[in-house]
T-cell receptor
């Protein structure tokens, strides 16, 4: 079974609008972390935002916020005031438990295109 | 400071040849990961090193793949007898330990093309 599901292969958004990228996850662990990474066409993976499973408040980092709904096991990324430079692949990832390694899994990604 | 570096940035090799990919993690980062990313797909975990502990090799797809790391420094990923399906971008990431959130810092990747 997929640990991380991103149901939107591609998304379009108008510049300056907000956009939500979906992510659902599957884990039986109580302790886990959720991450979003951005991968521009240049290929580097850029860490954007983190949400711990015990964090009571949604994480925010500048224009990025994570809409964490624990009961639904969803961790959607919200980008406000989209910019042309936001066009990229976006990956949701999860670290289960307190360990590294194979317990760090990535979703298939969503390609976001920001339109001028 | 310097980020994660990888070399070469591009590698074209003939089927059946061996290749060696190099990763230099961020200084002081004890955790190092290798991932494979096929065209248009997500990241596939290959192997993880944490300090002097035995590496987690559970993601290596076959015995043609191996990786080494010297202490907490450079790592090399070796692919023997390359096959066309090995064509992908190989990404290396490092992470500090301990301390949440354990986010990974990625290198620019090595694009491997097997002809």
């Amino acid at each position: 079974a997929q640990k991380i599901t991103q149901t939107q292969p591609g998304m379009f958004v108008q510049e300056k609008e907000a956009v939500t990228l979906d992510c659902t996850y599957d884990t039986s662990d109580q302790s886990y972390g959720l991450f979003w990474y951005k991968q521009p066409s240049s290929g580097e993976m850029i860490f954007l935002i983190y949400q711990g499973s015990y964090d009571e408040q949604n994480a925010t980092e500048g224009r990025y916020s994570l809409n964490f709904q624990k009961a639904r096991k969803s961790a959607n990324l919200v980008i406000s005031a989209s910019q042309l430079g936001d066009s990229a692949m976006y990956f949701c990832a999860m670290r289960e438990g307190q360990n590294y390694g194979q317990n760090f899994v990535f979703g298939p990604g969503t390609r976001l295109s920001v339109l001028p | 400071g310097a980020g994660v570096s990888q070399s070469p940035s591009n590698k074209v090799t003939e089927k059946g040849k061996d290749v060696e990919l190099r990763c230099d993690p961020i200084s002081g980062h004890t955790a190092l990961y290798w991932y494979r990313q096929r065209l248009g797909q997500g990241l596939e975990f290959l192997i993880y090193f944490q300090g002097n502990s035995a590496p987690d090799k559970s993601g290596l797809p076959s015995d043609r793949f191996s990786a080494e790391r010297t202490g907490e420094s450079v790592s090399t990923l070796t692919i023997q007898r390359t096959q066309q399906e090995d064509s992908a971008v190989y990404l290396c990431a490092s992470s500090s330990n301990p301390g949440l959130p354990y986010e990974q810092y990625f290198g620019p990747g090595t694009r491997l093309t097997v002809t």
